[in-house]
Nanobody, 124 residues
Framework: QVQLVESGGGLVQAGGSLRLTCRAS????????MGWFRQAPGKEREFVAT????????DYADSVKDRFTISRDNAKNTVYLQMNTLKPEDTAVYYC?????????????????WGQGTQVTVSS
């Protein structure tokens, strides 16, 4: 069974930075896409970023492009999300996910395994 654990969330002022970490166990991910999604209270879970094998292709939601950077360390089965210039609207629970099967990268149903999330709160 694949296990995904997110960490690195917390409270930060607008304009600040956080780095989220997703550590996986139970399976290697060098051949699979990984992604970050987020969900604010009362809203649907939305795509944030994805990184593909071998890790040189990445896409971002327009709302975070040029502020967030996704990266991975396949040797450690770990994916990161560096978040800079944070805004209050970035406040959400952030989820790491792994896409094992072929398909798209931008929707919840495209991914096969999920972590339980880490809370990011950006104050003004």
């Amino acid at each position: 069974q694949v296990q995904l654990v997110e960490s690195g969330g917390g409270l930060v002022q607008a304009g600040g930075s956080l780095r989220l970490t997703c550590r996986a166990s139970g399976r290697t991910f060098s051949m699979y896409a990984m992604g970050w999604f987020r969900q604010a209270p009362g809203k649907e879970r939305e795509f944030v970023a994805t990184i593909r094998w071998p890790g040189d292709n990445a896409d971002y939601a327009d709302s975070v492009k040029d502020r967030f950077t996704i990266s991975r360390d396949n040797a450690k089965n770990t994916v990161y999300l560096q978040m800079n210039t944070l805004k209050p609207e970035d406040t959400a629970v952030y989820y790491c996910a792994v896409r094992v099967n072929s398909g798209r990268y931008y929707y919840v149903n495209d991914y096969d395994y999920w972590g339980q999330g880490t809370q990011v709160t950006v104050s003004s």
